[in-house]
């Protein structure tokens, strides 16, 4: 299980750590922010993006595929659902969707390439966003 401790230590700006790291997470100038770090939603991008290219070269490195270079860019989009094509009908308001541009680099044969496609979108964060989260939460306000 992975925990994550956030310490607000001035302003907008937040100390993260997981017992062996620790970064910051802070908002841009332009909302207030003093701009020391990404901020909570490039935090998440940059997770789903890691997730990615990490997925992908394990599962080279267990196959024995010769990997050149994995990368993604990784987009937040705030839509409206009028919008959204592939939305379901009873979608309303706005949503947040997702944009992401994988690049794989290597030999591959058209098995590998077709394999290397389906991988990239079953890493593990890939699939707890796409699936949903249920919160379970304490708040304690002394």
């Known amino acids: 299980m992975t925990v994550i401790s956030a310490d607000l230590i001035g302003g907008t700006t937040v100390r993260l750590s997981n017992e062996r790291d620790v970064w910051i997470a802070d908002e841009p100038l332009d909302v207030g922010g003093a701009d020391g770090g ?3 939603y490039e935090l998440l991008l940059g997770a789903l993006g890691a997730c990615t290219a990490i997925t992908i070269a394990l599962y080279c490195r267990r196959k024995g595929i010769r990997l050149d270079s994995v990368s993604a860019r990784v987009e937040l989009e705030r839509i409206h ?3 959204c094509e592939d939305c379901d009908e009873g979608s309303t308001g706005f949503l947040e969707r997702v944009k992401s541009e ?14 290397l496609k389906e991988i990239a979108v079953r890493c593990p964060v890939h699939k707890t966003l796409a699936q949903g989260l249920q919160f379970v939460e304490t708040i304690h306000v002394n």
């Open 38 to 40: 990404p901020n909570p």
């Open 102 to 115: 994988v690049f794989i680099e290597g030999d591959f044969d058209n098995a590998q390439a077709a394999r």
């Open 81 to 83: 659902a009028d919008d």
